[in-house]
C-alpha cells in the first residue's frame, strides 16, 4: 500500500486528491456518511475529479491486489472498508447533460439527486428519482430506483439506456443495447456488482406527464391519531383504488415532532392531476379528522426538500425496503403497535418511522427486462430506524425484522421481496425473484468479476 499510494498520485489529474490524513476535516468530511454504523477508516480515500482518474485507480488497485469500494453519497452501509483498502469518492467528478435531441440525459460520477432535479427543471423534465436530496444517482438506478414516480415511468432501472464502467480489469467499457447487452441488462437492478459505473443515461419525461398546467406533482400531507388507524386505512385505501388518476404516497407510522411525544400517523398522498382534482381524491382523508392538513404542489427541483431532515449525516440510521403482494390493512395496523414498542422500550429511537410507499395503478407494461425483476411490486414497507446509543442496535434490529415479518404475514416465502439497494444479507431469492434470474447473474458475475473486485455478491 504504501508505495501504491504516491504512484497513484503521480498518474492523477491536478483536480484530484489523495487524502491520507484521517485527523484532518478534508479527510472526516468525505468519510462522514448517513449512518455511523460499522464506519470504518480507509488507508486513504481518493477523490478522483475525471473519467481518466478513476480508470488510473481502478487499475492501480486492481494490478495492486488493493480492495477498494466506490462511494458516491453515502447512504448506503457499504461504501466503507478499514484500513486495508481505498475509498474512490466520487464527489470531485459530476455533472448532468440533457441531450436535446433524445431528451436522455447523462449523469456523472457522484451526482446527488437534488443534482439531476436542479439540472432537468429548467428543460421542464422530470425523471425517476427517489426520495432525499443527498441519495447518490448513479447507485439508485443500479440498484433498482424505486421512485414516487414509478406508477407513470416505472422504476429507475427500466430507465437506464447506456452506460460506461470501469470494469474488474480496469478496463472502461461501454454498455448498452448494442454495445455488452448483457451488462445492461445486469446493470439495471445489479449493477453495483459489476463494475465503478462512471456514468449513466437515463431517460426523462416532460412534465406535462404530470397531469396538471404548471407541471407540478401534487402531494397531500395529512396527520392523525393512532385510534384513526382503521379509518385512516380506509381512506387511504379510496386514494390507492381511485381509477382516475395514477397515484403514490406514504402511510408513516412515526412520532410527531419535535417533541417526539406523541405518535401520530402520517399520510403523503400525491396523485398525477390539478391540486382542484386531487382535494376531490383526498377528501376522504379529510372526512376522518385530522390534526393538520395541506395539499403542497411541488415541482422537480424541489422534489424532496421536506425530507432534508433524514439526510442528515451521522448517528446509527438504518433504510430498509420491502417489496409487499398488496395492500394489507390488518398487517400494516400492527406496524403502529410496533412502533409504539420500539419507542416506549427505546426512546432512544424515537426518530424512527415504519412506512408503507404504494405506487398506483401499476408501472406501464413493456418495459425491458432487467436483473431487478421487482416490476409488479406495487407496494414497499420503508423501515427507517435512528438512534444514539450503541447499545440499541440489537434491539432496534430486532424490532426492524417484526416489523418485516408482521407486513410479510400470509405471503409465502418464495414471494419475499427485499430491495436490492437495502438488503445484501437477506437470501438471493428474496432479492433477485426465479431461479433463471440468479442463474443468470452468478453466470455473468463469473464472467466478468470472478475475483469478486466489486463484492462476493452472487460468487
Ligand atoms: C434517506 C434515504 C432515502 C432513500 N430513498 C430511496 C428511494 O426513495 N428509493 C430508492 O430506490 N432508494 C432509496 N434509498 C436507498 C438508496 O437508493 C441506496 O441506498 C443507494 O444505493 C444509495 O446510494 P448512495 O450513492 O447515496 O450511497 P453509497 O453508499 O455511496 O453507494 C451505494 C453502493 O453503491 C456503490 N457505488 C457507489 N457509487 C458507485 C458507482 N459509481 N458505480 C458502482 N457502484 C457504486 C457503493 O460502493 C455502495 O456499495 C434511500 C436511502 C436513504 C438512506
Given at each position: 500500500m504504501e508505495g501504491f499510494i504516491p504512484s497513484l498520485r503521480a498518474r492523477l489529474s491536478p483536480s484530484s486528491k489523495v487524502l491520507q490524513d484521517n485527523t484532518t476535516s478534508e479527510f472526516k468530511s468525505s468519510l462522514a456518511r448517513w449512518s455511523d454504523i460499522d464506519v470504518r477508516v480507509p488507508y486513504a480515500i481518493v477523490q478522483a475529479a475525471s473519467e481518466q482518474d478513476i480508470v488510473a485507480t481502478v487499475q492501480g488497485a486492481v494490478k495492486a491486489g488493493i480492495p477498494f469500494v466506490p462511494a458516491s453519497g453515502g447512504h448506503s452501509p457499504w461504501s466503507t472498508i478499514g484500513q486495508e483498502g481505498i475509498v474512490i469518492d466520487l464527489s470531485r467528478y459530476k455533472g448532468v447533460s440533457l441531450h436535446p435531441e433524445t431528451n436522455e440525459a447523462t449523469v456523472k460520477g457522484g451526482t446527488l439527486m437534488k443534482e439531476v432535479e436542479v439540472a432537468l427543471h429548467p428543460h421542464e423534465r422530470f425523471a425517476a428519482v427517489g426520495n432525499g436530496n443527498t441519495v447518490g444517482v448513479i447507485p439508485y438506478y443500479l440498484g433498482g430506483g424505486i421512485s414516487i414516480y414509478t406508477p407513470l415511468i416505472g422504476f429507475g432501472s427500466d430507465n437506464l439506456i447506456a452506460a460506461k464502467l470501469v470494469n474488474a480489469k480496469g478496463e472502461l467499457v461501454h454498455v448498452s443495447e448494442t454495445e455488452n447487452p448483457e451488462l445492461l441488462w445486469a446493470l439495471r437492478?445489479?449493477?453495483?456488482?459489476f463494475g465503478l459505473v462512471t456514468e449513466i443515461t437515463i431517460k426523462t419525461y416532460p412534465y406535462s406527464l404530470l397531469g396538471n398546467k404548471g407541471g407540478q406533482r401534487i402531494c397531500g400531507t395529512y396527520v392523525f391519531l393512532p385510534h384513526q388507524i382503521d379509518q385512516v386505512c380506509a381512506a387511504v385505501e379510496t386514494v390507492i383504488q381511485n381509477d382516475r388518476y395514477a397515484s403514490a404516497g406514504h402511510f408513516m407510522v412515526m412520532q410527531a415532532p419535535p417533541e417526539l411525544k406523541q405518535q401520530v400517523l402520517f399520510v403523503a398522498p400525491q396523485v398525477f392531476c390539478s391540486s382542484e382534482e386531487a382535494a376531490k381524491i383526498f377528501q376522504p382523508l379529510v372526512d376522518v379528522g385530522t390534526l393538520q392538513q395541506a395539499i403542497v404542489p411541488s415541482t422537480f427541483e424541489k422534489h424532496s426538500d421536506q425530507l432534508d431532515w433524514v439526510c442528515a449525516k451521522g448517528d446509527f440510521k438504518r433504510f430498509t425496503q420491502n417489496g409487499l403482494p398488496d395492500w394489507n390493512r390488518e398487517n400494516i395496523k400492527k406496524l403502529a403497535q410496533l412502533h409504539a414498542e420500539l419507542v416506549e422500550n427505546c426512546p432512544d429511537a424515537a426518530r424512527s418511522g415504519y412506512n408503507i410507499e404504494w405506487h398506483s395503478p401499476r408501472k406501464p407494461q413493456g418495459g425491458p427486462e432487467t436483473?431487478?425483476?421487482?416490476?409488479?411490486?406495487?407496494?414497499w414497507l420503508n423501515v427507517l430506524s435512528w438512534y444514539t446509543d450503541a447499545k440499541n442496535h440489537g434491539y432496534v434490529d430486532a424490532m426492524n425484522k417484526k416489523a418485516q415479518g408482521a407486513t410479510r404475514a400470509g405471503t409465502d416465502e418464495a414471494d419475499f421481496v427485499s430491495y436490492t439497494n437495502t438488503s445484501r444479507d437477506d437470501p438471493l431469492g428474496y432479492r433477485y425473484k426465479g431461479t433463471e434470474r440468479i442463474a443468470k447473474l452468478r453466470e455473468l458475475k463469473a464472467k466478468h468479476d470472478p475475483t469478486g473486485v466489486f463484492t462476493k455478491q452472487l460468487l
Amino acid at each position: 500500500m504504501e508505495g501504491f499510494i504516491p504512484s497513484l498520485r503521480a498518474r492523477l489529474s491536478p483536480s484530484s486528491k489523495v487524502l491520507q490524513d484521517n485527523t484532518t476535516s478534508e479527510f472526516k468530511s468525505s468519510l462522514a456518511r448517513w449512518s455511523d454504523i460499522d464506519v470504518r477508516v480507509p488507508y486513504a480515500i481518493v477523490q478522483a475529479a475525471s473519467e481518466q482518474d478513476i480508470v488510473a485507480t481502478v487499475q492501480g488497485a486492481v494490478k495492486a491486489g488493493i480492495p477498494f469500494v466506490p462511494a458516491s453519497g453515502g447512504h448506503s452501509p457499504w461504501s466503507t472498508i478499514g484500513q486495508e483498502g481505498i475509498v474512490i469518492d466520487l464527489s470531485r467528478y459530476k455533472g448532468v447533460s440533457l441531450h436535446p435531441e433524445t431528451n436522455e440525459a447523462t449523469v456523472k460520477g457522484g451526482t446527488l439527486m437534488k443534482e439531476v432535479e436542479v439540472a432537468l427543471h429548467p428543460h421542464e423534465r422530470f425523471a425517476a428519482v427517489g426520495n432525499g436530496n443527498t441519495v447518490g444517482v448513479i447507485p439508485y438506478y443500479l440498484g433498482g430506483g424505486i421512485s414516487i414516480y414509478t406508477p407513470l415511468i416505472g422504476f429507475g432501472s427500466d430507465n437506464l439506456i447506456a452506460a460506461k464502467l470501469v470494469n474488474a480489469k480496469g478496463e472502461l467499457v461501454h454498455v448498452s443495447e448494442t454495445e455488452n447487452p448483457e451488462l445492461l441488462w445486469a446493470l439495471r437492478g445489479a449493477g453495483q456488482f459489476f463494475g465503478l459505473v462512471t456514468e449513466i443515461t437515463i431517460k426523462t419525461y416532460p412534465y406535462s406527464l404530470l397531469g396538471n398546467k404548471g407541471g407540478q406533482r401534487i402531494c397531500g400531507t395529512y396527520v392523525f391519531l393512532p385510534h384513526q388507524i382503521d379509518q385512516v386505512c380506509a381512506a387511504v385505501e379510496t386514494v390507492i383504488q381511485n381509477d382516475r388518476y395514477a397515484s403514490a404516497g406514504h402511510f408513516m407510522v412515526m412520532q410527531a415532532p419535535p417533541e417526539l411525544k406523541q405518535q401520530v400517523l402520517f399520510v403523503a398522498p400525491q396523485v398525477f392531476c390539478s391540486s382542484e382534482e386531487a382535494a376531490k381524491i383526498f377528501q376522504p382523508l379529510v372526512d376522518v379528522g385530522t390534526l393538520q392538513q395541506a395539499i403542497v404542489p411541488s415541482t422537480f427541483e424541489k422534489h424532496s426538500d421536506q425530507l432534508d431532515w433524514v439526510c442528515a449525516k451521522g448517528d446509527f440510521k438504518r433504510f430498509t425496503q420491502n417489496g409487499l403482494p398488496d395492500w394489507n390493512r390488518e398487517n400494516i395496523k400492527k406496524l403502529a403497535q410496533l412502533h409504539a414498542e420500539l419507542v416506549e422500550n427505546c426512546p432512544d429511537a424515537a426518530r424512527s418511522g415504519y412506512n408503507i410507499e404504494w405506487h398506483s395503478p401499476r408501472k406501464p407494461q413493456g418495459g425491458p427486462e432487467t436483473a431487478f425483476g421487482h416490476g409488479s411490486v406495487d407496494y414497499w414497507l420503508n423501515v427507517l430506524s435512528w438512534y444514539t446509543d450503541a447499545k440499541n442496535h440489537g434491539y432496534v434490529d430486532a424490532m426492524n425484522k417484526k416489523a418485516q415479518g408482521a407486513t410479510r404475514a400470509g405471503t409465502d416465502e418464495a414471494d419475499f421481496v427485499s430491495y436490492t439497494n437495502t438488503s445484501r444479507d437477506d437470501p438471493l431469492g428474496y432479492r433477485y425473484k426465479g431461479t433463471e434470474r440468479i442463474a443468470k447473474l452468478r453466470e455473468l458475475k463469473a464472467k466478468h468479476d470472478p475475483t469478486g473486485v466489486f463484492t462476493k455478491q452472487l460468487l
